[in-house]
């Protein structure tokens, strides 16, 4: 069964640092992207950034190019996402997420039935 356990949210400041992280397990970690969503209150989920499989390519949503780096550690099985800058906007609940179909495909992140979420972390920037 495939896990995905993310942490690292909390509360911080506009222009403060975070980093999450999401452990993966119960499947060869190598074989998908792996990469994150957002949902704030009231708002649809919405794709952040993404890494493939290799760690060949990294994408990332306009509105957060420049301030956040996606990253993943195969020896851990971990995704890591370093976001700097942070802005209130940027206040939402953070999931991680892989699979056969997610990635990033024509200008969009892409995911389908069969991928694999996890809880989410919740993040906050205060103004």
């Known amino acids: 069964e495939v896990q995905l356990q993310a942490s690292g949210g909390g509360l911080v400041q506009a222009g403060g640092s975070l980093r999450l992280s999401c452990a993966a397990s119960?499947?060869?970690?190598?074989?998908?992207?792996i990469g994150w969503f957002r949902q704030a209150p009231g708002k649809e989920r919405e794709g952040v950034s993404c890494i493939s499989s290799k760690a060949g390519s990294e994408r990332y949503a306009d509105f957060v190019k420049g301030r956040f780096t996606i990253s993943r550690d195969t020896a851990k099985n971990t995704v890591y996402l370093e976001m700097n800058s942070l802005e209130p906007e940027d206040t939402a609940v953070y999931y991680c997420v892989t699979g056969p179909t997610f990635g990033y495909y024509r200008g969009s992140f892409v995911y389908g039935n069969n991928d694999a979420w996890g809880q989410g972390t919740q993040v906050t920037v205060s103004s």
């Open positions: 119960g499947f060869t970690f190598d074989d998908y992207a």
